[in-house]
């Protein structure tokens, strides 16, 4: 799963990042500086996303059996049956 969050964080930064380069380069003295800190926004946050949480998962020891969920918690578990 490490491995699909991990892709995923990277494609949606990826394209994030293909618009905040448009903005940074064409959007004019108006929208650089705000183009520049959405830019250091992501850097920090694919870098949080990717080693920091799950470094912090795995010192907590959470497991794969621990993010299933149970009989109950599963969608419609909680409704009655039509009749």
């Given amino acids: 799963s490490l491995t699909?969050?991990?892709?995923?964080?990277?494609?949606t930064s990826g394209?994030?990042?293909l618009v905040l380069l448009a903005l940074f380069f064409k959007g004019g003295a108006l929208i650089h500086g705000f183009?520049?800190?959405l830019l250091?926004?992501?850097f920090?946050?694919?870098?949080?996303s990717i080693?920091?949480?799950?470094?912090?998962a795995l010192m907590l020891g959470i497991?794969?059996?621990d993010l299933m969920p149970t009989e109950v918690e599963k969608?419609?578990?909680?409704l009655d049956p039509l009749p």
Avoid: C, H, N, P
């Fill in 4 to 11: 699909q969050t991990m892709s995923r964080t990277i494609i």
């Fill in 15 to 17: 394209t994030t990042l």
């Fill in 35 to 37: 183009a520049t800190a």
């Fill in 40 to 42: 250091f926004g992501i």
């Fill in 44 to 48: 920090i946050g694919t870098y949080s």
């Fill in 51 to 56: 080693y920091i949480a799950s470094s912090v």
């Fill in 63 to 65: 497991s794969k059996e």
């Fill in 75 to 78: 969608e419609g578990a909680d």
